[in-house]
């Protein structure tokens, strides 16, 4: 592994990204779970150029104890005018406590000269002189040569130069930044194998996405000769992001057979993708490769079918070898294969019982026509199921009648109070609760009825709520479906309504959360004894 780098920005040009926002403890936090998936480098921010990452990197040479990665720093070359030994922002880099410092230089023209308003050979000279002076002063030094390949494209020769340079200095690698994005496989595959038998110089790759080829990118400069490849996880970075550190390390060990993980952490892509995910606040999209909800999603029947006899007929890795799990998604498209494989990761075995199976199968499919979706429902799904194996549906409580109204006095904030009228554990309750809509006073008033009966109710909590409006055209008398999540501190899972309107449909999907998450706590109920 020590000849291939990993390199982690997440915590620096990551960080760019639009409305992400990281506290110290957030790049603390972040730094743990990328050594615990193996990565080579974690670059923490620049320190000397802005409080929070002058403060991380004290903080981290106290209390971060790396097991397999290297913190490096990021900054830029010297002033132009000024000697690195007195330059502040250079004297951050080498009093950082980082053993690697990562410099930013331009090597494109046109920046040279309009950007930083100097000349090429004071450029040349910038760079030279920064990287010796930090490598004298005992630092490892690698080298980011921002927009490289358009700069190369507008002046060859020019950033040669600068590669050579850097090399020349000391620079341990030299890497080639798309810095906008805007590069395709092919040609990053002939600029640098030109690079590469033009400068004899170690080279990576930093790859943005603005063309959606930043991991294509990526490989192609590795399969070019690169032994350096940065990224950031999820994607994240400014514009549309930066490479996917994972995908590139997936594709890098399941593709193309390198070893560039600690043995066993890619196992571990997944969770790590998540967890940062929560730390960030910015969720990574279902259909992420590799490490996505959807990645290894079926939906259609004619997939199940071909699953049901080898998993791997639609499946282009093993999803445990990242961590991920199969997800059979219960629609209107799915056939009875699907239901049956469904209802046996769910607990229920149909392959016996073709009569249930196909009935099941026609029922969500009415319902799917009706308004409901099970895809991301699979607590409505698991209840429905129970209800086909038992005879009837798992049930704690009988609902008599339930009321709510919204008011608003004197102009001031609506305000919302339901009354719920059941009978639970054979004791008739009538309960009133109040809330900031109506959905929240239905919920409060729901919950504090049953509580009195099944305690464990009071664990549970709603995480998430979702609406849509189905069949548009019809104005407000359209359909309307409601999905909620629910937890209980550790677990959630999704339940579903459908109604003539958002309170009607919000009330299903809250009576099945409630029963779905006594179920799961082993509460019988009158269906089962």
Not at 20 to 47: C, F, T
Not at 415 to 439: D, H, Q, S, Y
Request: hydrophobic share 40%; net charge negative; proline share 3%.
């Amino acid at each position: 592994m020590s000849d291939f780098h990993v390199y982690d920005t997440t915590m620096r040009d990551g960080a760019q990204q639009e409305g992400l926002n990281l506290s110290v403890q957030d790049k603390m936090h972040i730094a743990r779970h990328l050594d615990d998936l193996g990565v080579g480098y974690i670059e923490g921010g620049w320190p000397g150029s802005n409080p929070k990452d002058t403060e991380f990197f004290a903080l981290a040479a106290k209390e971060l104890d790396l097991k397999h990665a290297t913190l490096a720093a990021f900054g830029a070359t010297r002033r132009a005018g000024v000697q690195a030994s007195e330059d502040p922002l250079i004297q951050a880099l080498r009093d950082s406590g980082a053993s690697v410092v990562t410099l930013v230089a331009k090597s494109h023209d046109r920046h040279v000269t309009e950007a930083l308003r100097t000349t090429l050979e004071e450029n040349l000279a910038m760079v030279r002189d920064t990287v010796t002076y930090l490598r004298e002063e005992g630092q490892r030094v690698f080298v980011d040569l921002e927009h490289f390949f358009d700069g190369y494209r507008a002046n060859r020769d020019y950033a040669l130069e600068v590669v050579r340079a850097a090399g020349d200095a000391g620079a341990e690698v030299v890497i080639l930044c798309d810095t906008n994005g805007g590069m395709l496989p092919h040609w990053v595959t002939e600029i640098v194998t030109d690079v590469a038998t033009a400068t004899g110089v170690r080279l990576g790759i930093h790859a943005h996405n603005d063309t959606g080829c930043a991991v294509a990118n990526s490989m192609a400069a590795v399969q070019a000769g690169v032994t350096h490849v940065q990224g950031c996880v999820n994607g994240y970075g400014e514009r549309t992001g930066n490479a996917d550190l994972i995908t590139c390390v997936a594709n890098l060990e399941l593709k193309l057979g390198m070893t560039v993980l600690p043995e066993g952490a890619l196992a571990d892509a997944s969770r790590i993708s998540h967890a940062i995910a929560e730390i960030t606040n910015y969720p990574p999209s279902a259909r992420q490769p590799y490490t996505g909800v959807s990645a290894f999603a079926h939906k259609a029947g004619l997939h199940a079918s071909a699953i049901r006899v080898d998993p791997n007929l639609y499946q282009h890795i093993d999803p445990a070898l990242v961590g991920n799990d199969m997800r059979l998604l219960v629609s209107e498209m799915a056939g009875r294969a699907t239901i049956e494989l469904k209802g046996k990761e769910l607990g229920f075995d149909l392959a016996d019982d073709p009569v249930r199976l196909a009935r099941v199968t026609d029922r969500v499919k009415a319902m799917e026509q009706a308004g409901y979706t099970f895809e991301a429902a699979d607590a409505s799904f698991e209840l429905l199921l129970a209800e086909e194996i038992d005879g009837a549906r798992p049930s704690y409580f009988d609902v008599e009648s339930w009321r709510v109204l919204a008011e608003s006095a004197r102009g001031d904030d609506a305000v919302a109070e339901a009354t719920v009228k059941l009978v639970a554990g054979g004791v008739r309750l009538a309960v009133i609760g109040e809330g900031n809509g109506p959905v929240n006073a239905l919920d409060h008033a729901l919950r504090q009825a049953i509580e009195q009966v099944y305690p464990d109710v009071a664990r549970f909590h709603l995480i998430d709520f979702r609406v849509r409006i189905l069949d548009q055209g019809h104005g407000t008398d359209a359909v309307t479906r409601v999905l909620i999540e629910t937890s209980d501190g550790k677990d959630s899972w999704v339940t579903v309504g459908v109604g003539a309107n958002i309170i009607e449909a919000s009330w299903e999907a809250l009576v099945d959360a409630l029963t779905y998450g006594l179920r799961r706590h082993g509460v019988a109920s009158r269906t089962n004894g």
